[in-house]
C-alpha cells in the first residue's frame, strides 16, 4: 500500500515537471514582443484560457470589435463580447490590440445604406454621411476602450495591387476615395492619444502590393496623418512566402520610422486551395516547424524592430483557416491545446521525446 503511494506521489511529480518543462511563448520572448493570440469569449474559459494565461501576454478580439458585431444598427452598440475580452485581459494583465475600424468585409447592411435601405451613391452628401458614420463609431468604440487597447488596426486591407493606384475599391474607398483613411486615423488619434494607430494588411511582402502600402504610408506620414505602425497579417502557409521576403519588406518598412507587427500569424499545413488532407501528416507538421523556427529567428535577429507578433487564434481546433469542406492545422498548439513541433521549434527547444505528434487529430 506504502509503496503505491509512493508511486503515485513520483508519478504526479513527473507530470508536474512535465508541464512545467513546457516554456511560456511569452516569457521566451519577452525581451523582443508581446505573444499575441486572436480570441472569443469563448477562448476565456477551458483549456485555451489555460494555454493564454500561460504563453501568451496579448490578445486581439478575433470578431467582436467588428462593425458588424459591435454596431449592429446605427443606434445600437453590442459591447458585451468585446467587454468580456477587455476584462480578461485586464484580469491576467495581457495587452490589448483593437481589430479593425474600418474594413470592407463584416459590416453591416445600413453602413452604407440610406434611410430608405438603398446603397449609397456616390455623391458629395454621401461622402459627408459616410464620413460621419465612421467618425462617430470610431469616437464610441476607441473611446470605450480607450484603457483597454493600445494598438488599434484602425483600417484593414486597403491595398489592391491590381488596381493602377493600388487602392481597394472598398465601399468605403467608392464613396469617399482616400478620406476615409485620414478620417479614421485622425479621429482615432483624437480619442486615445496614446494607442499606437496601424494599418494593417496582408501579403506585405508581395513586390507590388508593398510597394504601393509602403507609398501610402509615406504620404499619410507627410501629411501628418496620424498613423504609428505597420501590421503584417503573416497568414502564410508551409511553402511561402520566404522568410527572406518577409525580412525585406520589415527593412523596407524601417525607413519610414514606423513601428511594425505581425498581427495575424498562422501556417497553413497547404501548398494550395486544392489540397485537402483528412489528418495532418508528419512531412508537412516538420515542415511547418522548420518554417516556423526560421520565421521566429528571424524575429528575434530584427529585435526592435517588430513590436509585437500575434497569432490568429489559439489551437488547431479553432482556426479560420479551416472551413467546411477541408481541415486546417496551422498553429502552435494541436487540437488538444498540446503543443506541436512548431512549438518546440519557435521557442527553440527540443521537442521531448515523450510528446506524441498531434495526438489523436
Ligand atoms: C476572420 C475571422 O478569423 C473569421 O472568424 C471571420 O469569419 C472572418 O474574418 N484578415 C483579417 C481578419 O483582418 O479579421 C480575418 O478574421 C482574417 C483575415
Known sequence: MKRILI?????????????AAVPSLAQTFGPYFPVGAAV??????????????????????????????IHPAESTFEFSRADALAAFARTNHMRMRGHTLAWHRQN????????????????????????????KHIRSVVGRYRDDVYA?????????????????????YLL?????????????????????LFINDYDTTDPVKRQFLFNLVRDLKRRGVPLDGVGHQMHVNIDCPPVADFVETVN????????????ELDM??????????PRPYPVALDRQAARYRELFDALRQMKGKITGVTFWG??????????????????????????????WAVVGAAQPAASTRNPGQ
Open 7 to 19: 508511486l503515485l506521489v513520483m508519478m504526479s511529480a513527473a507530470a508536474t515537471a512535465q508541464v
Open 40 to 69: 472569443g469569449p469563448d477562448d476565456t474559459t477551458g483549456p485555451h484560457a489555460e494555454i493564454l494565461k500561460r504563453h501568451f501576454n496579448s490578445i486581439v478580439a478575433e470578431n467582436d470589435m467588428k462593425w458588424a458585431r
Open 108 to 135: 453591416p447592411e445600413w453602413l452604407f445604406q440610406d434611410a430608405n435601405g438603398n446603397p449609397l451613391q456616390p455623391t458629395a452628401e454621401n461622402k459627408a454621411l459616410v464620413l460621419s458614420r465612421l467618425e
Open 152 to 172: 488599434w488596426d484602425v483600417v484593414n486591407e486597403v491595398i489592391d495591387p491590381g488596381q493602377p493606384d493600388g487602392f481597394r475599391r472598398s465601399p468605403w
Open 176 to 196: 469617399t476615395g482616400t478620406d476615409y483613411i485620414d478620417t479614421a486615423f485622425r479621429t482615432a488619434r483624437e480619442v486615445a492619444p496614446n494607442a499606437k
Open 252 to 263: 523596407l518598412f524601417v525607413q519610414l520610422g514606423v513601428d511594425q507587427q505581425v498581427t
Open 268 to 277: 497553413s499545413l497547404y501548398h494550395d486551395s486544392q489540397d485537402s488532407y
Open 314 to 343: 489559439v489551437a488547431d481546433d479553432h482556426t479560420w483557416r479551416s472551413s467546411r469542406t477541408r481541415t486546417d492545422w496551422p498553429l502552435l498548439f494541436d487540437n488538444q491545446t498540446q503543443p506541436k513541433a512548431a512549438f
